[in-house]
């Protein structure tokens, strides 16, 4: 199997020069495609900052890191942008959708910034947001939206980019059970099309989803 996540030795400071915070400590993992991994751990172990790292959102101190064998460390920003965007598909715990925007408008955005034209955009984000059950709901702004729908939303925006990976960060976090359900069972019908999804989640439960848990405790992975 192809690994499209290979980390090395990574190390992680904040505060180098103050007050200096090792939040991530020597960690190596792999990741396959076509996986669907969780991340867990309790609250501060680490896991939004791994993300980060992975998500080509940030970069670590030391070591390595592969996307799909292709050497993150030694990008520059603007290439890091272009990797991360051709790539990958962001779900937060709190949706980040842009309160002006309907839902149509806010899963058409990351192909605006791809100049992807607008009949095309909409043709896409009409066919993302039909693919999470909200077809009815292209009109509706955020705040016409219970959390659920909304988190649906921001998943249709991540499933309009065609992403090879899937990263998910307590994506159940701020919803009822019946909607995590929901969001879950979206995700793994992504993975089911091919999308390899890591997910980040403080929650045992949810992370027994997973085909594969990675453990982290005060920054290093334990399991
Ligand atoms: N930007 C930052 N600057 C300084 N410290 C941070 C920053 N982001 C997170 N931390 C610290 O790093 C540790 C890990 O945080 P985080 O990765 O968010 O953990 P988790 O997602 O597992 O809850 C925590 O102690 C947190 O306070
Ligand atoms: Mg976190």
Do not use: W
């Not at 199997?1 to 993992?29: C, F, G, Q, W």
């Not at 030694?74 to 890091?80: I, L, V």
């Not at 955005?109 to 909200?134: F, S």
């Amino acid at each position: 199997m192809n690994e499209i996540i290979r980390i090395n030795h990574l190390s992680k400071i904040y505060n180098k020069k103050t007050n200096a915070l090792k939040v991530l400590d020597d960690i190596s993992m792999n990741v396959y495609k076509g996986e669907f991994v969780a991340v867990t751990g309790q609250s501060g172990s680490g896991k939004s900052t791994l993300m980060n790292i992975i998500g080509c959102l940030d970069r670590a101190e030391s070591g390595q890191y592969l996307l799909d064998g292709k050497d993150v460390c030694k990008m520059n920003d603007s290439e890091m942008t272009r990797i991360r965007s051709s790539k990958i598909g962001f779900v937060f715990q709190s949706f980040n959708l842009l309160p002006s925007l309907t839902a149509i408008e806010n899963v058409e955005l990351p192909l605006l910034y791809k100049r992807i034209n607008k009949t095309e955009r909409e043709r896409i984000a009409q066919e993302a947001l039909e693919c999470v059950g909200l077809s009815e709901r292209i009109k509706h702004l955020p705040n016409e939206m219970s959390g659920g729908q909304q988190q649906r939303t921001a998943i249709a925006r991540a499933i309009a980019v065609s992403p090879e990976l899937l990263l998910a960060d307590e994506p159940t976090g701020s919803l009822d059970k019946a909607s995590g359900e929901e969001v879950l069972s979206i995700i793994r019908k992504m993975n089911n099309s091919g999308v390899t999804v890591v997910m980040i989640t403080h929650d045992i439960n949810i992370a027994a989803l997973a085909d594969r848990q990675i453990v982290i405790s005060d920054g290093r992975i334990i399991n």
